[in-house]
């Protein structure tokens, strides 16, 4: 017998939900759309991220099998798979991304105090580059090898709580120096 929020619930207290509604304002990000809305693609996309879901087809069959928790995780029904498709497509990444850099940042505050094992003055950073791999009949604007395409990231972590203070996604064929 469930007697608490489930857990997703509980994970989506931690967004800033009034930040968020002015990011998606400037952005404009809600104007013409009729269906899904920023919020609820972020919602969507944050369960399937959690869920490890790899398609459009594995999240809406996921969805759908939780149909009964779908109102406690604010979605009103499940999101057709050309729906998502279509607010993945149109939504401006710029609104996720703000989104992000105002989590980090919470999450930086929250761990600013927090005791390093060794003893500096300073913040320390760490920086790391990976190589994700990618299809490239579909992702034909980033060709690494002639069979194969690919992006790096790089990312530079702050060691007081492996939080991410910069991330830059570039071509894979860029060296690490």
């Not at 279509?86 to 609104?95: E, P, V, Y």
Request: charged fraction near 20%; glycine fraction near 4%.
């Amino acid at each position: 017998m469930n007697v608490g929020k489930t857990l997703f619930a509980q994970v989506m207290e931690y967004v800033p939900w009034k930040t968020f509604g002015r990011i998606i304002e400037r952005h404009g990000g809600d104007s013409g759309v009729r269906t899904l809305i920023c919020a609820d693609v972020f919602r969507v996309m944050a369960f399937s991220q959690l869920t490890w879901r790899e398609s459009l087809r594995d999240i809406e069959v996921c969805l759908a099998a939780n149909q009964t928790k779908l109102f406690h995780m604010g979605l009103e029904s499940v999101p057709a798979r050309s729906t998502l498709s279509d607010a993945l497509n149109q939504r401006n990444w710029r609104i996720y991304h703000a989104l992000a850099m105002r989590l980090i940042m919470r999450a930086r505050e929250l761990y600013v105090k927090e005791p390093m094992d060794i003893v500096l003055d300073t913040t320390v950073y760490t920086l790391d580059s990976t190589m994700i791999d990618l299809c490239l009949s579909l992702f034909d604007w980033v060709p690494f090898r002639s069979t194969k395409a690919a992006v790096k990231m790089h990312t530079l972590l702050d060691l007081r709580g492996n939080i991410p203070a910069f991330i830059h996604i570039s071509d894979g064929i860029l060296f690490d120096f």
